[in-house]
């Protein structure tokens, strides 16, 4: 494994949070993280809650972009819903980087169902916090 890989793998493992709501990592190259939507994932109108999907795809987002070790914490954030997902779909959160600076980075997460079907958009921006000298 890389230093990147141990990294990624290091964060995710260290995140309670993402382990409650049944988050996996899938790849590590590029950061790909999966969740299987069950009745716990339902809205009140049973439908998949945004927050569970929003909750992929920012764990994905977190992750690529603190891999190359130099913390980053979210700045900016959007989420746009392109098609519905259902009890028993499995949905994939993919990381891009778009682009990054000395202090400033930018990421897309696609998220897809286990059909194809993109379901989601999302963007998100990190400052980078400069080390201490």
Do not use: W
């Not at 927050?51 to 992929?56: H, I, K, V």
């Not at 891009?96 to 600076?101: D, K, P, Q």
């Not at 202090?103 to 999302?122: I, S």
């Amino acid at each position: 494994m890389t230093a990147t890989t141990d990294r990624i793998v290091t964060l995710f493992s260290d995140d309670r949070y993402t382990h409650l709501i049944g988050l996996r990592l899938v790849a590590t190259d590029p950061v790909t993280v999966g969740l299987e939507i069950g009745k716990d994932h339902l809205n009140f109108h049973g439908g998949t809650h945004g927050g569970a999907l929003f909750s992929l795809a920012d764990c994905a987002f977190s992750l690529a972009a603190n891999a190359p070790g130099d913390p980053a914490v979210a700045v900016d954030t959007h989420l746009a819903f392109t098609a519905a997902v259902a009890t028993g779909d499995r949905v994939t959160a993919v990381a891009t980087e778009v682009a990054r600076g000395r202090t400033m980075a930018t990421y897309q997460v696609l998220l897809t169902r286990g059909d194809g079907r993109v379901c989601g958009l999302f963007t998100g921006t990190v400052y980078i916090i400069p080390a201490q000298s």
